[in-house]
Structure formats: structure tokens, C-alpha cells
């Protein structure tokens, strides 16, 4: 082959074939090659004229630097410090300032809101007598369940947690019974009420056989069916006594484990056995451990512990799981430290102070030496953590009836 000829098959001559000329084009597009710009920008391209950065005002603008203002001193005001409120059961009655003026001033009425009594008539008092107790307790209970979180529905109240209640059909009322808080001077009223014992004083009876041989003669709200139950709690008036929790524990563990009756005996048997084998060092626990001897540190001990296997009993169980006032709406709330002046009102305010008389605690044979003067000489023998944690354990009961810290205890925390 020679270079622009090719050579036909058939007749085997060249034929020369003319190579193709290559037209002129324009040149490619480069990045180096401006590209001309039209004559007239497209309307979308066209820009305003730049905006001013600072706002047009006829005003002249000050560049000064402002004089620092200086801040005007506030006074912190001090920290008090937090106290419950009294309730009016337990506040000293004082009566208010009496307006001067040349008319005598009208004696002021007094309606129980409890019961249908006559109205009462008050003389020289610048406030009712004992108007507002059961108001308040209803109201400070509502709160302290509300601030608690232990608000439940009534239909909760199972009638195995009624079985502390006591009920009088005739006078309509209804008693929760705690033990070591006026229980036995109680029980004692509501037989005297049932007319069935024929005792000429009732104090001469024993308190063992107030809990045990009369026991027959008294009604408790758990005998009733739900229907009888619900109608008796909207109805009835409801009242309850309390003490002071850390006085309540001390009263329990020297009536049951310092004394030599028939029902330490039990408790020292029942108890006191399993609290000295369980939280008493080994090798001074006796070979014939018969449970006496317990100390109040094992016994305080044996409370707070959150894993104890030995069983609670009702002489130093929390007051609000054995009288549910979050679920039973009671009508007053009485305080073993005024048993005589909150016994007063309750027959009062029943129409029974005629009938009744509540033997005061002298003549219950409480005149002795009081609970609440050993309270230092056995607390202080307490580690400050195991008053903390028994605080801890009775909190609730604190809030719930207003109380405080003993004085006497309180250093030893």
C-alpha cells in the first residue's frame, strides 16, 4: 500500500482516494478566553444601590460612653428557721383585745361544728372555746398526706385494718386505739357506755382485764360488712390520741422489757430472745437466753433495722399504719400531753360530759414518774446515727400529728 491509495478487488488497479479536508470550525471554549459580556444585563442581575449600615433619623446620636450606673444595695434578709404550725388544740388559749366602748359587748356564740348540741354561750372570751380544732386537724391532715404522697382512695380500706377501731352505736362514735397512748382510759369509757359491765368504779377493774376478760363487751368497726362500714365513717365522729413518737418507743421498751408483769414476761419470751441472740455480739449472748436483759440500744437497734425478720408489734408500731388517717377523715386528733383538756372537749362535743367523766392521769394511776423525764438519761447512751435512722423510721408520724424533736434528744443527734 502506498500512503493516500488503495487498490480496488476487482479489476486490481489503483484507485486513488482523495482524503478529506477537514472544515474550519470555530475555536473550543477555554478557560483563558473571556467570555464577552452582553451589552445590556439582564433585568434579575440588576442590584440597588447599597443600603446605609446605620438607620436614618433626623436625631443626632450621642457616641458617648454611658456613665456606669451603680446598683443599689438590696439587704438579704435572714434565713428563718422552719417550724410546723401549732394547732389550736395545743396553742395556749389567749383571749384577743376586747374593743373599749360605753355598750357592754355581746357574749360571743359558740356552735359545736361536730354535733347537733344547743348553741353555746361564751362570756368575757374574745374567741370561741375550742371552735376550730377539729377544723384545723381535718385541714392539716390533708396537707401532710398531700405532702407525704400517702393520699389513696377510701375504697382501699380493707376491714383487717379496722380491727383497732372501736365503735359505740348509741353515742355514734368511733375510736382508733393505740397502744401506750390512753388505750386502757379509753376502753374503759366506751364499757362504762355499753351499760353490760356492772362495776361501781371502773378504775378499780385491771388493765389486763380491760384488754382481755371484757374485751367480749365492745364492738370494733371491723365486724361490720363494707356497706355498714362506709355509712359509719361518713357518720359517726372520729377521733384518735397520739403521743410523742421517741416518748411512745422509751414507754414501750420499759412497760415490756424492764417490768416483771404477765405481759413482759411474754414479750421478753417472744422478743426479747430473738433481739439479744440477733443483735448482741456471740459471745455474750447467755447459754439460757430467756430474752431478759434486752438494752435499749438493742432494742432501738432491732427498730430501725430495714431487714429484720423479727415482726413488728402494734406497743411501737407507726401510728398512721395502725389508724390510716390518710384514708379515714377523722373528726379530731387528741394529744396524750393534754389527755385531760382533749378529753374534756370530745364529751363536750357529744353531749356526755353529764354522763362520762375520763379519769385524769392521776387517777389512772399515770401519777408517777412521767416518761418523758427519763428521756435523756436513755437516749443519750444512743449512737447519733440510731437516733437519726429512728427519726427517720417515725417521720411520717412527725409530720403527720405535728410534732417536733424533743428538746432532750435533739443535742444527741
Sequence with gaps: YEPHQAYHADIFRAHPIQPRVQQPTEKPWRLETPRPLPKESPVHLQKDAPKPLYRETSKSVSRET???VKPVPRETPKPVPWQPPRPWAIE????????TSKAKSKPVVVKDPQSEMKDKVVEGEGRPRDMFRSKWWKQHLRQACHDLKMVESPQTLAPDMLQNVLVDETNKLLFCQIPKV????WRRVFLQLTGKV?????????????????????TYLSEFSPGGISHRLRTYFKFMFVREPFERVLS?????????????????????????????KPWLVPANNTG?????????????????K?????????FHKLCHPCLIDYDFVGHLE???????????SNSLSDRIKVPSRKESRYGHRKTNSFMKEFYSKLPPSAISRLYQMYKADFLLFNYTIPVDVEPYM
Design 182 to 185: 390512753a388505750s386502757t382510759t
Design 66 to 68: 454611658p456613665k456606669p
Design 252 to 280: 414501750a421498751y420499759k412497760n415490756k422489757f424492764l417490768t416483771k408483769t404477765v405481759s413482759a414476761e411474754y414479750f421478753k419470751w417472744k422478743f426479747g430472745r430473738k433481739i439479744i441472740a440477733k443483735y448482741r
Design 92 to 99: 395556749s388559749q389567749k383571749p384577743l383585745p376586747v374593743e
Design 310 to 318: 423479727i415482726m413488728m408489734n402494734e406497743h411501737w408500731e407507726l
Design 198 to 218: 356492772d362495776v361501781s368504779d371502773f378504775l378499780q377493774i385491771p388493765a389486763n382485764d380491760i384488754h382481755h376478760k371484757y374485751d367480749e363487751h365492745l
Design 292 to 308: 431478759h436483759g434486752v438494752t435499749f440500744e438493742e432494742f432501738v437497734t432491732y427498730l430501725v433495722d430495714e431487714k429484720r
Design 338 to 348: 393534754r389527755i385531760d383538756e382533749d378529753s374534756q372537749y370530745i364529751l363536750d
